[in-house]
């Protein structure tokens, strides 16, 4: 037995059928590596995002006056945590498969986007002659942000730039964007537009639905912790309940949740795996299938697997505990 | 306790917006309930043996009826599932007794449940001796399977994951950074990349001609995978306990295997069982991920049954089945971890 990665250059020969970068048959699998590094990466992305939201939703439903808002949310919060993630997954996918409509009758959407059995068609952006450099002027300007920030705090030149220069780069992608692309009906599908297929949706809404019950006890866990006082101080200074929570409670709540929110990021990047389960073509689903039967190459392919997982996770804590030392009480 | 109309003003219309919310909540959780209890109850059919049967509309519990055998004990032969039955019996009970028993009891109740039940459960589910018949395991499956793997993994990966978490502690550098390392490790990848090496990797390490049954080597994967949660649980209740607990046992002359086994430990584990609970209770419903490479727990026997030809369609029903038997089993373990906990730390009331 001999262990190398040789394979990686070879042709692949195989179809990815979502990617968010350029995918042909004729591309090697080194390259189906990035292709479905950046699925996983995309589902756990907007999973973190839609999860926490949702969670926090339904955090602060659980301590509302309201007994309906209350009982609704740990409803929700006991049924989700008790069911198996992969079978909320499947339920998902196998449920929206039967519930939605053929392309013909697709279900039109605000904005141009329209749901139907094959995934959400969204209209996409066509940039003209320009191509992305708008897009990375804009990405470029956002990351300045904070430097320039500092510059004004400390009254400097270029201070006027914090939010002009972003303001600036926004008008110049409007103003580069030659049309949108809206999907259309031609035969038996669509075509225009970027589709997000079934398999990513299903994906996502099991992901982040099983992770908001989680953040959501987090989310309560926290809020309680902070003393009252704080509230009763903040009423008393004329802030309404939303300013109270917003101001005062949830930056000091955010100390006690990011080491927790991290572990359940963490949890989130690995269970992307389960898309593995609905064909949703992601690193697992490609490589521990799809590139092992083709290549034979089970312990390369198993350890890149394994080492990208090892990776990300390293990545995200590493974040987190950046930031979680960024908004730790300074004590002096 | 307050008249009704007083506790509805306060709970339900404290404020404009609040009610506001209430009626629309009521609304949305009139209109989902009703349309959940037409499917499940109203229109729904029970009765018959066959797809004919039914025809109302709503769900199809025929289905579910007539499958329920094979939900529960897969294709484990008829005439032997009493078999299954005690040894589930057995685990469950010497479980819950282990957990409720007084303290004086609960250390030989231990030692029966982690070294003569798996024996006797596994006599009893294998046979082969004592003129039980022998049954392969290909033919287990179910939710016999998910119970089985959460037992075995369990209490393999409890075992080992107080190992892991004393080596953590150890003071001899090589044991502790051998622990580190297998529990970061194990915690850093998806259980799912763990399953498909045991499934995939193992065969290739062993030499000519020999195997390792497929349900062993998934009981193998999620045993190490849990002992090494298991493991950082035990660390944190390690943590807790005072170093003046060793220090006056060291001072009554007491060797470290048994300052560990009789003082510390004790102490350590009756703080973080709910953690361990929460463990068992995530470790049941990740059981279901043995259906993705290939063996037939509960889940991947629903996924089969309905493409059955004579059945095909029958997903919601399958999958709410599911839903709910999982539903019970973990609340069930949950509402025990919670009274558990209460009755533990009734030393610290006062």
């Known amino acids: 037995m001999n262990f190398g990665f040789a394979f990686l250059s070879q042709r692949t020969g195989f179809d990815i059928p979502f990617h968010v970068v350029p995918w042909s048959t004729a591309d090697s699998y080194g390259r189906a590596l990035w292709v479905c590094l950046l699925n996983t990466l995309l589902a756990a992305a907007i999973g973190i995002v839609l999860g926490s939201l949702l969670g926090f939703l339904l955090g602060v439903m659980r301590l509302s006056a309201n007994w309906l808002a209350r009982s609704l949310s740990l409803a929700i919060i006991e049924i989700v945590r008790n069911t198996p993630q992969l079978l909320q997954i499947i339920f998902w996918y196998v449920v929206m498969i039967q519930a939605l409509p053929p392309p013909r009758n697709g279900l039109a959407l605000p904005g141009g986007m329209i749901l139907s059995v094959r995934g959400l068609n969204m209209p996409s952006i066509e940039m003209g002659t320009a191509g992305l450099w708008p897009f990375l002027l804009l990405v470029a300007s956002l990351c300045l942000v904070p430097v320039f920030r500092g510059l004004r705090r400390r009254r400097r030149v270029f201070g006027w730039a914090a939010p002009l220069l972003p303001a600036i780069a926004l008008v110049v992608v409007l103003l580069s964007v030659d049309h949108l692309d809206y999907p259309t009906l031609r035969g038996f599908n669509y075509v225009g537009g970027v589709v997000v297929p079934p398999e990513l949706i299903a994906l996502v809404a099991g992901l982040s639905l099983y992770m908001s019950a989680f953040v959501a006890e987090i989310v309560r866990a926290s809020l309680q912790g902070i003393a009252k006082g704080q509230r009763e101080a903040a009423s008393s200074l004329g802030l309404s309940g939303a300013q109270a929570l917003f101001l005062v409670i949830l930056p000091q709540a955010l100390r006690v949740m990011i080491p927790q929110l991290t572990n359940q990021y963490l949890n989130l990047t690995k269970s992307t795996s389960l898309g593995a389960a609905i064909a949703y073509p992601e690193l697992v689903q490609i490589y521990a299938g799809t590139v092992l039967n083709q290549t034979g190459r089970a312990l390369e392919t198993m350890f890149l697997v394994m080492i990208i997982f090892l990776g990300i996770n390293l990545a995200i804590s590493g974040f987190m505990a950046w930031y979680n030392a960024r908004v730790a009480i300074v004590e002096r | ?350």
């Open chain 2, 1 to 350: 306790m307050a008249p009704t109309h007083v506790w509805v003003k306060r709970n339900l219309f404290p404020s404009l917006s609040s009610g506001l919310l209430t009626l629309v909540l009521a609304g949305v959780i009139i209109v989902l309930v009703k349309a959940i209890f037409n499917w499940a109850v109203t229109d729904a059919t029970i009765s018959g043996t066959t797809r004919a049967a039914c025809d109302a509309g709503g769900a199809c519990w025929t289905f579910i009826k007539v499958r329920f055998d094979l939900f529960f004990y897969g294709r484990y032969p008829s005439p032997e599932r009493w078999r299954v039955d005690l040894a589930l019996a057995l685990v469950v009970g010497t479980t819950a007794a282990t957990l409720i028993a007084p303290p004086r009891w609960q250390g030989w109740l231990a030692l029966i449940l982690l070294g003569f039940v798996p024996a006797v459960a596994g006599i009893l589910l294998v046979g082969g001796l004592f003129g039980l018949a022998y049954i392969a395991t290909n033919l287990w499956g179910g939710l016999m399977l998910n119970v089985l793997l959460t037992a075995v993994a369990g209490g393999g990966g409890f075992i080992l994951g107080v190992f892991l978490a004393l080596g953590r502690r150890s003071k001899y550098p090589v044991i502790r950074l051998f622990s580190m390392l297998f529990i970061e490790l194990w915690r850093g990848v998806p259980l799912l990349t763990v399953l498909f090496m045991a499934m995939l990797l193992v065969p290739l390490f062993m030499p000519n001609g020999a195997t390792i049954d497929n349900l062993l080597r998934a009981m193998l994967a999620l045993t190490l995978f849990t002992a090494a949660y298991m493991a950082e649980i035990v660390r944190g209740g390690l943590q807790a306990i005072p170093r003046g607990q060793a220090e006056a046992a060291t001072a009554l002359g007491l060797r470290p295997w048994a300052i560990q086994c009789f003082i510390v430990l004790p102490q350590a584990l009756r703080l973080v069982i709910p953690g361990l609970v929460n463990t068992v209770i995530d470790l049941f419903k990740d059981t279901t991920l043995v259906s993705i490479v290939g063996l037939f727990d509960l889940l991947a026997v629903i996924t089969q049954a309905q493409k059955d030809q004579v059945w095909l369609g029958m997903a919601r029903e399958g999958y709410a089945f599911a839903v709910v038997v999982f539903f019970l089993c973990c609340f069930g373990m949950s509402l025990f971890s919670r009274r558990l906990e209460h009755r533990l730390n009734r030393h610290l009331r006062y």
